[in-house]
């Protein structure tokens, strides 16, 4: 799994809305922050084989890397 954000100090205005909203409905929110998740299914054969191939991925077009935070979870972590 990816997690994609938008890296501090983008605005996100997305996440400023839901944040209102949140507040607006008696929850004591200070930040919200909207990205995404692509959830991926590999046959690599070994993990380390698995993190470089998710790596170039979120390199070259799942992540903006000028403007969004990637993080990349495995099942087992």
């Given amino acids: 799994m990816v997690v ?3 890296k ?3 605005l996100d205005p997305q996440g400023d809305a839901v ?3 949140l507040r607006k409905l008696g ?3 200070s930040s919200a922050r909207i990205g ?3 959830d991926l299914e590999l046959s690599a054969t070994d ?3 698995a993190q470089a191939q998710v790596q170039r991925m979120c390199s070259e077009l ?3 890397p000028l403007i969004e935070s990637f993080e990349i979870r495995f099942e087992d972590e």
């Fill in 27 to 29: 929850f004591d929110v």
């Fill in 19 to 21: 944040r209102h909203s």
């Fill in 36 to 38: 995404r998740v692509v």
């Fill in 4 to 6: 994609v954000r938008p």
């Fill in 47 to 49: 993990r380390e084989e």
């Fill in 62 to 64: 799942l992540a903006n």
């Fill in 8 to 10: 501090d100090g983008i």
